[in-house]
């Protein structure tokens, strides 16, 4: 039956967070004694097919006993960061023989799921931290990509920066906002120099670490990710104090200690001279979130191959590793 129940009305969203939200409505005081349940129907926005159930047919959407509303949803579906989805309610009241009794569905409601939250973010970067492995010593920061690039780049005498991909996970909350210029900085362990192999592009600038990373740069960590192979990788943001970038990511991104962190550092030696020094066992890809004038370092080819299979444009988080995921969404 679907006489006599009062359907939801005007349907509200609110608190949402990357895995929850609170769902409310409006509903006349008359007959709301009756109600004994809800039922919420919840799907991803880009299924567009008509996706109504019965109850008694397909109990595979929420059924929740009427409690005071807002209703909390949390963890039923485990939704996604940064996910669209359409959501309808009715209300239903149970029957002596087991069955139900419900309203009409009420109208279809849109909502997207948002970012981690910085509690989700030091989830990921203690996973992060348990990988990391030994701190290896490196002298210059590096950029690779085809010549034209450069030849572009040389028009306005800097690399600018970039909304950055939405490679990693999906929950972060630079992918799509967060501009800037990716750089590498890891090195071969047999020769402590950087590799002659990019995915990228056999053209290469490269500038002396101190120039992007000192004691004026803020450092944060971004994002933890593999691409279905035993590859890990962390994103870190380099923001000069004060800088555009530093305000967009001071209260969204964990801060790190520039001179005491598992991933990156910058300290000084005895005599005074500026240390750098990276992770050996992830391989780093760090944003700088200011323009760079091409003339603070150099640009040349270099010999090795352009292993394209490694690059991490728009790539897609395995959202099965044990590793570098946590349990609030990929």
Not at 30 to 43: A, M, Q, S, V, W
Not at 138 to 156: I, L
Not at 297 to 323: E, F, W, Y
Request: with cysteine; hydrophobic share 35%.
């Amino acid at each position: 039956l679907e006489l006599c129940l009062l359907f939801p009305q005007q349907i509200q969203i609110s608190n949402v967070t990357c895995d929850s939200f609170k769902i409310s409505w409006d509903m006349d005081r008359r007959g709301r004694e009756r109600i004994t349940h809800y039922f919420i129907d919840l799907n991803k926005k880009e299924n567009r097919k008509e996706n109504r159930f019965k109850h008694k047919d397909v109990p595979t959407k929420l059924v929740a006993k009427a409690v005071p509303l807002p209703m909390t949803v949390r963890g039923h579906w485990f939704l996604s960061p940064r996910t669209e989805y359409t959501v309808a309610a009715q209300t239903a009241a149970k029957q002596p023989d087991g069955e139900y009794s419900v309203s009409q569905w009420s109208e279809i409601i849109e909502f997207c799921t948002a970012d981690y939250s910085t509690v989700h973010l030091d989830q990921l970067l203690q996973k992060a931290e348990a990988i990391a492995g030994r701190m290896l010593p490196f002298s210059v920061f590096y950029r690779n990509q085809q010549r034209e690039f450069f030849c572009q780049a040389r028009c306005c005498h800097c690399m600018l920066p970039a909304v950055k991909d939405s490679s990693g996970s999906r929950g972060s909350p630079i992918s799509g906002k967060l501009e800037g210029i990716f750089f590498s900085c890891n090195t071969e362990f047999n020769t402590g120099e950087p590799p002659q192999d990019s995915p990228y592009g056999s053209y290469r600038f490269q500038i002396q670490a101190d120039i992007l990373f000192n004691q004026n740069t803020n450092i944060y960590f971004g994002d933890f990710y593999c691409m279905y192979t035993s590859y890990h990788y962390v994103i870190l943001v380099l923001a000069p104090d004060g800088s555009k970038g530093d305000v967009f990511c001071k209260g969204r991104l964990p801060a790190l200690d520039r001179s005491n962190n598992p991933f990156l550092t910058c300290s000084k030696e005895a005599e005074g001279s500026p240390c750098f020094r990276h992770a050996q066992d992830v391989i780093l890809e760090v944003i700088y979130t200011e323009p760079v004038d091409l003339s603070l370092g150099t640009v040349s080819q270099i010999r090795g191959h352009q292993l394209m299979s490694l690059s991490t444009l728009n790539a897609k988080k395995d959202p099965s590793c044990k590793i570098c995921n946590i349990s609030v969404g990929r």
